[in-house]
């Protein structure tokens, strides 16, 4: 209903999220599958150190790909077309979208750890909450709806943000409501890791993220 460069420019920017997403859930894998390994050698203490670790890990992985995506974007976008609304339209999607790198980052890492305690509701009710807020909120930030002002293309890039902010909202939530029961603790305390622990992860994290990013 804006209009088909609308669309075009969202679908030129989509591989790029699509990419990071791949990067994230790749991480995590090797995250998860290292802090499972631990829990199940019932070593506690590297399992709380693979989770810490991961942590901060995915914010610098986050911090690091919003600023290549940032200022990739408009080379990016102009190997594929030289018409200057979608260029327009594009930029103004990515140059929001991709503010929400780290808080993407952190919500995959997230969903991986309750994955790697066997908490997967969590990560279920998670995730369909922040579809459906993204849902909700496209049409009303797109269009307007009373105190909501129309924005276009730029409402789709916050609302899609603010949708990825409800789901960590929600991980965050569970993990201080229940930290007692959850098999893992995320703590500065924590953040030690070896040279060769991180080679494992990234030996499992990089080729999932290679194989998600394929398509």
């Known amino acids: 209903r804006i209009s088909e460069n609308a669309m075009t420019a969202l679908s030129l ?4 999220q699509n990419l990071m997403t791949a990067i994230a859930v790749g991480f995590g894998i090797g995250m998860n599958a290292r802090i499972a390994f631990c829990l199940g050698a019932q070593d506690q203490k590297q399992a709380d150190q693979a989770a810490a670790t991961g942590m901060v890990l995915s914010i610098i992985h986050g911090l690091i790909l919003m600023v290549i995506c940032l200022l990739g974007m408009p080379k990016f976008l102009s190997l594929f077309t030289d018409n200057e609304e979608i260029l327009s339209m594009g930029l103004t999607y990515a140059n929001r979208a991709f503010l929400f790198s780290v808080i993407i980052m952190l919500g ?12 997967m509701k969590v990560s279920m009710i998670s995730m369909m909450c922040g579809f459906i807020a993204n849902i909700i909120l496209d049409p009303l930030m797109i269009f307007g709806f009373g105190p909501i002002p129309a924005m276009g293309i730029e ?17 965050l939530a569970v993990y201080f409501k229940d930290r007692d029961n959850i098999p893992v603790k995320i703590s500065l305390k ?7 622990k991180l080679k494992k992860s990234y030996g499992i994290g990089i080729p999932a993220s290679i194989n998600l990013a394929l398509p």
């Open 13 to 16: 920017v989509y591989p790029v």
């Open 108 to 119: 995959i890492s997230l969903e991986k750890v309750f994955q790697a305690v066997g908490r």
């Open 155 to 171: 409402g789709a890039a916050w609302a899609t943000g603010t949708g990825q902010v409800v789901s960590l909202m929600i991980y």
């Open 190 to 196: 924590n953040l030690q890791d070896s040279g060769k």
